[in-house]
């Protein structure tokens, strides 16, 4: 029997039997062994002639001639159609295999969620085997309960972490198909954030959530999100720092620890994602500042961090402003100019409170001079005048004292 070979991805075999057929090179067959000898399988090919399979090529897959007997049927292709002895040489072909393979794909494309035992941990990741093939799982793909938080990234505290899971199940999905390295990749992530999206649906933006702060790192902090009987729904939100307090934090360590209960309002959902914000509870100063001041005031503020872009200053305490690097002309004069913690006068030269900021001057001796009246400065310049004219009349005089003394 000839099967045509397939000309679509999946290999579809078009059986063709019952007809004399001139099969071509690459063609797929089905055969029966008549003949096993130390170097060779004779095949029977139905309606064409004899094929042989050298001990050579199922050396290279695996294969051996022990492994087959008189009557055993074959799929092959056909590599030549003729060889010098007249037959044609055929190469073994793993229909099972290929099948195989391709449901591995099928699965990958439907999203399928697969259940196994992980058998082994290295430091990338989790080795699980799925229908005899050994698969990965990267410590990426892991879930958020399962992700080995190390503080620091220790490696090998990390494989330690990793190594727990060997022998258990896990539910993952296939997200990577390498028929030719014989690999499977896994995530067990995408089946948590499918979970998570259905939980997350209940929520919207706006929404007042009471929760416990899981982690606490340098850009926020992760709510575990509790319902009303203070039980956990199976989501986190994030607070980014800049959503902690209206004032500047550096540290969210310095605000929050692990453990807090606290309440946020719900700022964003995107990807299954809850972004959160503590200091929309809180009252927001900038409404108090905008009532308070206007450009051009002058007003007292202490330094507190320098930055690329200028140095912070904490208003009474209240909001910060930027005193922007320009005013000083150099990182290291306004260094020297202002010196962090110390409580200096400042001119607000922009004021925008609806977008929460402040751009600040610095009164010195300088500034305060520029800052006369064109009046003041017509006086000063009319005194000077006069005393320069004064002073010139008086030499003169003096000139005319020593001409006659010495007449």
Request: net charge negative; glycine share 8%.
């Amino acid at each position: 029997m000839i099967l045509k070979k397939a000309t679509n991805q999946k290999q579809k075999i078009n059986y063709i039997s019952n007809n004399i057929f001139l099969p071509s090179k690459g063609d797929i067959i089905k055969g029966t062994v008549v003949k096993v000898d130390k170097y060779s399988l004779f095949i029977d090919i139905p309606g064409f002639k004899t094929g042989v399979i050298w001990a050579g090529h199922l050396k290279e897959i695996g294969k051996n001639i022990k492994d087959y007997k008189v009557g055993d049927e074959i799929t092959a292709v056909i590599h030549e159609l003729d060889n010098e002895e007249g037959y044609a040489e055929l190469y073994i072909k793993d229909i099972e295999k290929e099948s195989k393979w391709a449901n591995f794909k099928d699965l990958m494309e439907r999203k399928e969620i697969i259940e196994e035992k992980v058998i082994g941990a290295n430091r990338g990741g989790l080795i699980i085997e799925y229908k005899d093939i050994k698969g990965f799982l990267p410590v990426s793909q892991l879930s958020r309960e399962n992700y080995p938080y190390i503080e620091g990234g220790d490696k090998e505290k990390i494989l330690e972490e990793l190594k727990k899971f060997i022998g258990q199940k896990i539910k993952v999905r296939i997200i990577s198909v390498d028929e030719a390295a014989q690999k499977l990749f896994f995530s067990e992530r995408e089946v948590e954030n499918e979970e998570l999206k259905k939980i997350v649906e209940k929520y919207k933006v706006g929404d007042i959530v009471e929760g416990i702060v899981s982690n606490v790192v340098d850009f926020g902090v992760f709510i575990q999100i509790l319902d009303a009987n203070d039980v956990p729904v199976g989501i986190e939100g994030l607070i980014h720092k800049s959503e902690l307090d209206w004032q500047l934090v550096e540290d969210p360590r310095e605000i929050v620890k692990v453990g807090d209960k606290i309440k946020a309002e719900i700022i964003s959902i995107e990807d299954g994602k809850i972004s959160l914000s503590w200091k929309k509870l809180k009252s927001n100063p900038w409404e108090e500042v905008a009532k308070k001041y206007k450009k051009g005031d002058i007003v007292k503020g202490i330094p507190f961090k320098y930055n690329p872009f200028g140095v912070f200053v904490r208003i009474e305490n209240l909001v910060q402003g930027l005193c922007h690097i320009s005013e000083f002309g150099s990182e290291k004069k306004m260094k020297e100019a202002i010196k962090l913690n110390e409580e200096r006068e400042f001119m607000i030269n922009l004021f925008d409170p609806e977008n929460y900021k402040i751009g600040l001057k610095l009164i010195n001796d300088k500034v305060k001079k520029s800052e006369k009246t064109s009046e003041e400065e017509i006086q000063e310049e009319k005194e000077e005048s006069t005393d320069k004219e004064t002073e010139k009349v008086k030499k003169e005089e003096g000139v005319k004292e020593n001409n006659n003394e010495r007449n």
